[in-house]
């Protein structure tokens, strides 16, 4: 009995603590903060970030080590610079210089200056002829006195003086590299080294070597015929053997003659010109403005080869010193199929750049392939075959490399028509001998030589734990170093969370940061490659920034910029499952009120777009809606909210939506989760179709708003998009998954499309379409509107006049959150009918009478 009763007056605590937090409106949400990208230090000692949308423009610098943060109410375009000792920016109209460890300011009033990224300590200046070179942590200096251009290094400077190229540390003495005229010279800081240009002569040279070494002679290279060479320093080495001519036409271009007055304007539509004339007046494609050919030089023979005419659009070479072949790609026989394909598809040929001679090896395709490091192979993924395969040079043909991994390479949950995408190429190993892949979880060794079976470089321990994984950062890096571990980022499909994981070693993979329960996310790693700047992230954890070395073995954290999220009703998610009709598992979320209780049921709005399952751990900040609901907002004011993911049958977009969505939305209703007459639906864009759609197959939801949403396919399959493109490949392609032309199903486009069965619609409709929307035209919102009307069923829509597909303007952002809360508000917990839908709102109380 004591036992029921301290249950009893703990729950009763839990209630009045959260009836003494508040409920999250429009006015809370100035209270919010969001963190525009950070930046850290070389050092890793110090960060710098700012809140977006400040109008006060306050910089905050933060010391790492402590936690301690500077506040800055005039610093403009901040850098750090000098390997993380000093940070420059500008005050006022003055530049001034920070030296970090003790807030000593310098203001520099050089008219000029120079100022490397914080991985260099230099910055220079001119003064009275004379070129000042500093290093701004030792103090040290050079005065360089009759010089031309000049670049810097790490503790270095490389400068013409006279007819000389010299190079050397600010302090000691400075080598001679090259003596000669110089008309030209190129120096690559990484490598520090470079190729100078001196009476059409080109010579390579190295800071190490401290010599120059000649590579070729301008007065070899043949300019082809109707073309001039431009003669200047190019990217080349000691060793290289080709490379690609910069080149420009000699010939007149073709001049436009001028237009006459004659009283009218023509716009002459032919149905097989290559490009439409709304592409044509963007500049997409101009016939007059065809590509230049390509030629590439053989420093050895002396000869200059054309590898590509002037229609081919794109030449894929290798990035080695010496090559044998390059790819050219055409894509003048698909230019057409841009209005249902969206990308040019393109025929490729390989080039022997000693002969010229070029072999149509692959036709149609809308993969472009691409060379390893060494250059010696070439390889291409087969969106049809759904392989990765190389090039046999000598032959043309293409060999499949990737079957022996033993799992698919292609995207296996790829639902849309048209091409299956590859999971990708992460880079290579063996200087390019070794290809790496991914498969849905791990990173696989592909030995392009053909002498080693393909293993797996994570020992398949995603695959084992259903963890995925990526190099950190972008998921490609041309050569690989397995000397060293590698940082990878991961996802979670259990727990749907993100974090780090290293490759320490072939087949050893170790966690850093994986935490089931919320996401991390890197956000910056200093330049010595010690620490990093983190997020950790989930629904209820706001995504301060954190601290950390770069094993996460100390982590520390820096901010805590929205801590009034305590003051509010916030809430929770969790995953949630069911079988759809067609008997498939599903999930999605479920976002549910603070206090929530398990034996009442709740208003709830289903909101969905494609999958949201993914999103478990993101955190959603109150804010004014642009387009759809704010999560937070309504979860806080006692809504559910439920997002299912959507998984499709392609030609059958609108009946995927329904076997997914109602089957999840009745199942909460079973479970006596959702209250069955306090259910809303939301969609915009593809999910407005969405939604439109849903309406006319069912009538479990009391209210829809309708979003910027397609409600007839065959009207919109030919619809011009505000960028000049059709829609045709959105539906034969791409998003809304028909898979074929309107003349192939028209069916299955009248089916799919709300429009033709709205006489079915029972459901209020708040529909927001805006007149100037470039994805998807008004007239689509405005059909289903006035189809409504037709029958007589309560319909409103809203349209922001010059708004786009999404509202920018915050004024009509206030307004429209204000109206769907209120229309929500009235359907589905019953309060009283807001005044614009009651009474409507005429043409002469327009910003008069708002009628909220």
């Known amino acids: 009995m004591m036992k029921g009763k301290l249950m009893l007056v703990a729950l009763l605590g839990m209630q009045v603590a959260v009836a003494q937090k508040k409920t999250i409106d429009t006015t809370a949400y100035n209270e919010w903060k969001r963190i525009g990208t950070p930046s850290l230090s070389y050092d890793g000692q110090w960060m710098l970030y700012r809140y977006s949308g400040d109008e006060q423009g306050l910089q905050y610098l933060v010391n790492t080590a402590s936690g301690k943060a500077t506040t800055f109410s005039n610093m403009n375009s901040p850098e750090f610079i000098g390997r993380g000792k000093w940070i420059k920016f500008t005050r006022n109209d003055s530049t ?31 003064a009275s002829g004379k070129q000042v070179v500093v290093d701004i942590n030792t103090g040290d200096s050079t005065v360089l006195n009759g010089v031309g251009r000049c670049n810097f290094y790490d503790g270095g400077v490389i400068y013409v003086k006279g007819n000389q190229l010299l190079a050397g540390p600010l302090k000691g003495k400075h080598a001679v590299l090259f003596t000669g005229p110089i008309d030209d010279f190129n120096f690559n800081m990484g490598r520090k080294e470079g190729t100078v240009l001196s009476d059409k002569k080109v010579y390579y040279f190295s800071i190490k070597s401290g010599k120059a070494t000649f590579v070729f002679d301008y007065r070899d290279v043949k300019a082809p015929a109707g073309y001039s060479v431009n003669e200047q320093a190019p990217p080349v080495t000691a060793g290289t053997k080709q490379f690609v001519l910069d080149v420009m036409r000699t010939a007149q271009p073709v001049m436009r003659p001028q237009p006459q007055n004659t009283g009218f304007q023509l716009e002459l539509w032919t149905w097989n010109e290559p490009v439409t004339q709304r592409l044509q007046r963007r500049g997409v494609y101009d016939k007059n403005m065809m590509n230049q050919a390509k030629f590439v030089y053989n420093i050895d023979t002396k000869t200059v080869v054309e590898v590509a005419p002037e229609m081919y659009g794109q030449l894929v070479t290798p990035s080695s010193e010496a090559f044998d072949y390059v790819l050219a790609l055409d894509p003048a026989p698909y230019k057409v199929d841009i209005d249902y394909r969206y990308n040019s598809n ?83 190993l063996d200087g390019g001998n070794t290809a790496v892949f991914y498969d849905r979880y791990d990173m696989w060794a592909v030995d392009l030589t053909g002498q080693r079976k393909p293993y797996s470089l994570t020992g398949q321990y995603g695959r084992q734990h259903k963890v995925v994984l990526r190099l950190n950062g972008a998921e490609y890096m041309e050569r690989m170093d397995l000397s060293k571990p590698i940082l990878l980022r991961s996802f979670n499909e259990n727990t749907k969370s993100r974090g780090l994981y290293k490759l320490q070693s072939v087949g050893k993979v170790e966690s850093v940061a994986d935490n089931p329960d919320y996401n991390v996310k890197i956000g910056s790693i200093s330049g010595d490659g010690r620490s990093c700047i983190f997020t950790k992230e989930s629904y209820q954890v706001n995504p301060d920034i954190w601290y950390g070395d770069i094993d996460f073995k100390k982590t520390r954290q820096l901010t805590d910029f929205n801590p009034q999220q305590e003051d509010y009703k916030w809430g929770d998610v969790k995953v949630v499952s069911w079988k759809t009709f067609d008997g498939r598992d599903d999930e999605g979320l479920l976002y549910l009120p603070e206090g929530y209780d398990s034996t009442k049921v709740y208003p709830m709005i289903v909101d969905f777009y494609e999958t949201h399952s993914q999103d478990l751990h993101e955190y959603i900040v109150p804010e004014y809606s642009t387009s759809t609901i704010n999560i937070s907002t309504y979860v806080s004011n006692g809504y559910l909210v439920f997002r299912p993911d959507v998984h499709y049958v392609i030609g059958k977009p609108g009946e995927s939506v329904y076997n997914c969505v109602v089957s999840g939305v009745k199942s909460l209703i079973d479970k006596k989760i959702a209250d069955k007459d306090a259910v809303g639906l939301q969609g915009h864009s593809f999910g407005g179709y969405e939604a439109a759609y849903l309406v006319t197959r069912t009538d479990v939801f009391k209210c829809a708003n309708i979003g910027a949403g397609v409600v007839n396919m065959t009207y919109n399959y030919t619809a011009m998009r505000q960028n000049g493109a059709p829609c045709l490949f959105k539906f034969e392609s791409e998003q809304y998954r028909m898979g074929k032309s309107l003349w192939e199903d028209k069916e299955g486009y009248i089916s799919n499309s709300a429009i033709f069965n709205a006489d079915k619609i029972h459901t209020p409709l708040m529909i927001f379409h805006n007149d100037k929307d470039g994805a998807v035209p008004f007239t689509q919102g405005l059909d289903l509107f006035l189809s409504m009307r037709r029958l007589q069923r309560p319909a409103w829509l809203l349209n922001y006049k010059g708004g786009n597909h999404t509202l920018e303007d915050l004024p009509a952002q206030k307004d429209f959150t204000i109206r769907m809360q209120g229309f929500f508000d009235h359907y589905l917990k019953k309060t009283a009918m807001p005044g614009w839908m009651s009474e409507g709102i005429s043409v002469d109380e327009r910003n008069v009478d708002q009628k909220y």
């Not at 310098?106 to 000029?112: C, F």
């Open 96 to 126: 001034v210089l920070r030296r970090l460890k003790d807030g000593h300011e310098e203001y520099w009033t050089r008219s000029s200056y120079f100022v490397g990224n914080d991985n260099g300590t230099t910055l220079s200046y001119s």
């Open 346 to 428: 393109v025929d490729i040929y390989l080039v022997n750049v000693h002969t010229g001679e070029k072999r149509l090896i692959a036709k149609d395709s809308y993969e472009t392939p691409g060379w390893s490091p060494n250059g010696k192979f070439a390889i291409y993924y087969d969106t049809q075959k759904k392989i990765w395969e190389k090039i046999d040079l000598s032959t043309g043909n293409f060999i499949n490399i990737s079957d022996q991994i033993g799992f698919p390479v292609n995207d296996e949950e790829w639902d849309q028509p048209g091409r299956n995408p590859a999971y990708g190429l992460a880079g290579y």
